[in-house]
């Protein structure tokens, strides 16, 4: 009683109401940004939980004529939402992981994939003049490691990569970017353990199929053309036991395509057929490298070495690794192509290494980009041709260590 109540002055009072203003706009946009970063991550793990719902219904449904249409339909929809999750992981707008980006060289690309600690680092340095560290616990390897091999006149890039862990298909320990290293090669090294090697198999082999990779198969001989009217048209040159035109229609009702044209030219499964209507699916060779074999007994390495696929071997002892390198270039399958200048013996040093079916207009690309508007004719030595020198067009297939005689038309 008796002080009087004082009044802050009107410029004080404006300049506090604007900075409670400013602070909760701040606060605001801190919000707004926070949901937006976890707005694909909650997504994701969305899509992930209804990923295992379909697979716990799937391993509780008996396997029988009656379930097979309800197996087939949550095949689809399984298909779809692990489309979705690699799209969304592809488009998420993440950087590459440090030290996954290596150029291309060399005639052809081998990656190395596997678990942690069985080898791949000790067979790298064996086989290549790069050292790639070992050592005796997991995770020796973080980056990706590249060797060139020389084997047949050729330089083959082999890539160590990182090892692996079950789930890698869903994104841990890196497991995308290892995979979608291997993705872009030619030949897949899936080294194993030996005490381990059939369940390390399935794993991978599971692990690269989550992500659309299909190893050791070719693709089904389906026709699949969508069309913009004209409803689902089914047919097939062959009696079908595992799909039927219902299971069909509703599988591409799922990826909602209603106007279509399906024609099997084979007895596929469901499975086969998800594939050909995704369209990212990836064919790959791949060589099962049993490694360590000396920690096992004489009788279970010769079972594993009867294996399809599979080759047998040591890296630090150094055993068996001749046949590795053989196997693998069979598994390339590549052709050694020689070039002749006109009037010059040909060049047996360096030959041009191109994949089995090659043409003369392959040839021609690889050499320069000029020499297939300027081409004029080829001649062939070798047994591509009915006789020796043979003159060829530019469609002409050739076959492993032919000589080629390129003649073009004078320039402008």
């Known amino acids: 009683p008796g002080l009087r109540r004082t009044r ?13 203003k400013i602070k909760e706009i701040e606060a605001e946009m801190a919000r707004t940004q926070k949901n937006k970063a976890t707005k694909g991550v909650k997504r994701e793990m969305g899509i992930q939980e209804k990923i295992k719902e379909i697979e716990a219904e799937m391993a509780r449904t008996q396997k029988n004529k009656a379930t097979n249409y309800h197996l087939g339909r949550l095949k689809g929809k399984l298909a779809l939402l692990r489309s979705q999750l ?4 592809k488009t998420g707008g993440g950087k590459a992981g440090e030290g996954f980006d ?9 990656s190395m994939i596997g678990f942690p600690s069985v080898g791949k680092s000790t067979l790298l340095s064996t086989l290549t003049n790069t050292k ?59 080294v194993v353990e030996a005490a381990k090697a059939e369940l390390q198999m399935r794993l991978l082999t599971k692990e690269l199929e989550d992500v659309g990779i299909r190893i050791n198969q070719r693709p089904p001989d389906i026709t699949y053309v969508v069309k913009k009217t004209g ?25 909602k395509i209603h106007n279509a044209e399906v024609l099997f030219r084979g007895d596929y499964t469901v499975d086969q ?3 050909v209507v995704q369209g990212n699916r990836k064919y790959m060779r791949c060589l099962y490298v049993i490694n360590k074999v000396d920690t096992i007994t004489m009788g279970e390495m010769d079972r594993l070495a009867r294996l399809n696929d599979t080759v047998v071997i040591s890296a630090h002892w150094k055993l068996n690794l001749d046949f590795l390198l053989e196997k693998l270039w069979v598994y390339l399958d590549c052709v050694r192509l020689y070039t002749k200048p006109r009037g010059k013996r040909p060049d047996f040093s360096e030959p041009v290494v191109l994949p089995r079916g090659t043409t003369i207009l ?11 508007k300027r081409f004029k004719t080829a001649n062939v030595w070798g047994t591509s041709a009915k006789h020796v020198p ?11 260590e032919d000589v080629v005689q390129l003649m073009t038309k004078p320039g402008k």
């Open 362 to 372: 392959d040839v021609c690309n690889r050499i320069h980009r000029d020499f297939a």
């Open 132 to 190: 790639s560290t070992a050592a005796a616990y997991e995770f020796t390897t973080l980056t990706c490691i590249p060797g060139v091999i020389d084997y047949n006149n050729s330089k083959i890039q082999l890539l160590d990569l990182p090892g692996i862990i079950e789930g890698a298909a869903k994104g841990k320990g890196r497991g995308k970017q290892v995979i979608a290293v291997a993705r872009t090669s030619d030949l897949i090294l899936m």
């Open 86 to 89: 690699i799209t969304e992981s």
């Open 102 to 110: 290596v150029a291309r060289s060399g005639d052809a690309r081998v």
């Open 273 to 275: 057929f998800i594939d």
């Open 231 to 255: 409803g689902f048209k089914f047919n097939s040159t062959v009696p079908l036991t595992h799909c039927d035109e219902k299971l069909c229609k509703d599988i591409c009702a799922l990826q």
């Open 8 to 20: 802050p002055p009107k410029g004080v009072k404006r300049e506090m109401g604007i900075q409670e």
């Open 390 to 400: 043979q003159s060829v067009g530019i469609k002409h297939t050739l076959q492993d």
